[in-house]
């Protein structure tokens, strides 16, 4: 099929109109008309190259939300019709013990990007979701609820589930303060499930312009990071600290806010390695943790949770010849608090 798109064809350069032709609809794919498509912070730097063996020309975007037009005689999962989502990965190996385990995040043999990288075969280049017409293994592919707005929905194929699979695999819920480091694309979502998780939510920001919009979506406290004296007011305060912070910080600081067997969490990519004082673990026994994205099935789990809750991501909707601005703005940090493309208007 004949694709339109939105493409990068080097490193670097503006994206451009870009048309390219989707593989054949085999038994066991889905195809599907996007809606919109989510604009991903780690998608200026693929499109950049500044994470290295970027793959041109490239079609970024794994936010994506549409409607299945077309399926494969072997298909099960969906019919014409269905709301659609697709994510960060579109297929793995599915022999290992993580895709078992439903964790095809951490495939041993590698995840297959949805776009940046090579499909199972080797030779096709994967397009991503900046684009009007897609198709994928109904296997890495999820329903999306009705009652949502699918533009609200994109930005959760990836930021969303960044921050639920933590906030659910750390146990977020009644009786536990947790901090979000953050409030941006990311944090916005932290925010949103820690509370509906019942959770006591406190964002830790640099902005204090930012406290309103915290409160708004149901923070119950707010704390200033541009004063320092502030972590040695909350010294051994929470029990989970969500870090979607991509800057340089000093990470003892917030590690000192953690209490006994606190667990501080990196969800954001620093550009630098931190500077850890061990010491700042082994006086409360505390931990540092990581999570990237989550599986299919709690893909799955998390857009079933926002269906119930109406939970949805801060939008701010696009068309797609205003990608390079959004761009520039995305960097600037100069959105709420994440920019989706109607790639209808493709």
């Known amino acids: 099929m004949n694709t339109r798109a939105y493409a990068a064809m080097t490193a670097g350069a503006d994206l451009v109109p870009y048309q390219f032709d989707r593989r054949e609809l085999g038994a066991h794919d889905v ?19 500044e994470w290295g063996d970027a793959l041109f020309p490239m079609v970024p975007g794994h936010e994506i939300a549409g409607t299945v037009t077309k399926v494969g005689s072997a298909v099960t999962k969906f019919k014409v019709g269905d709301l659609i989502g697709v ?20 495939c041993l043999d590698g995840m297959t990007g949805t776009y940046n990288s090579y499909e199972r075969d080797g030779t096709t280049l994967a397009m991503g979701g900046y684009s009007n017409y897609f198709v994928v293994n109904e296997d890495y592919a999820v329903h999306i609820p009705s009652n949502l707005p699918l533009q609200g929905v994109a930005p959760l194929l990836c930021a969303g589930i960044t921050l639920y699979s933590p906030i659910k695999h750390w146990n977020v819920g009644p009786g536990k303060k947790v901090a979000v480091m953050g409030l941006g694309g990311l944090g916005h979502m932290g925010v949103k499930f820690a509370v509906a998780m019942g959770a006591d939510v406190t964002v830790l920001s640099h902005s204090p312009h930012k406290q309103a919009d915290a409160l708004a979506m149901g923070a119950h406290h707010f704390i200033s990071t541009q004063d320092e004296a502030v972590f040695a007011a909350h010294e051994k305060k929470f029990d989970v600290i969500l870090n979607t912070i991509s800057a340089e910080i000093d990470i003892n600081q917030y590690l000192s806010l953690l209490k006994l067997n606190g667990t501080l969490v990196v969800i954001g990519l620093p550009g630098k390695p931190y500077a850890l004082q061990v010491g700042a673990l082994l006086g409360a026994r505390r931990s540092m943790g990581g999570s990237m994205i989550g599986g299919i099935a709690e893909l799955q789990e998390m857009l079933d949770f926002c269906g119930k809750h109406n939970i949805v991501s801060d939008v701010e909707v696009i068309k797609p010849d205003y990608i390079n601005a959004a761009y520039k703005r995305t960097v600037a940090s100069d959105v709420k608090y994440r920019f989706v493309i109607d790639t209808s208007a493709l």
Do not use: P, T
Request: overall charge negative; hydrophobic content about 35%.
């Open 87 to 106: 994510g960060v990965f579109v297929d793995s190996c599915r022999l290992c013990e993580n895709c078992k385990a439903g964790l095809e995040q951490y």
């Open 31 to 49: 195809a599907l008309d996007i809606a919109y498509s989510g604009i991903c912070h780690s998608d200026i730097h693929q499109a950049r190259e």
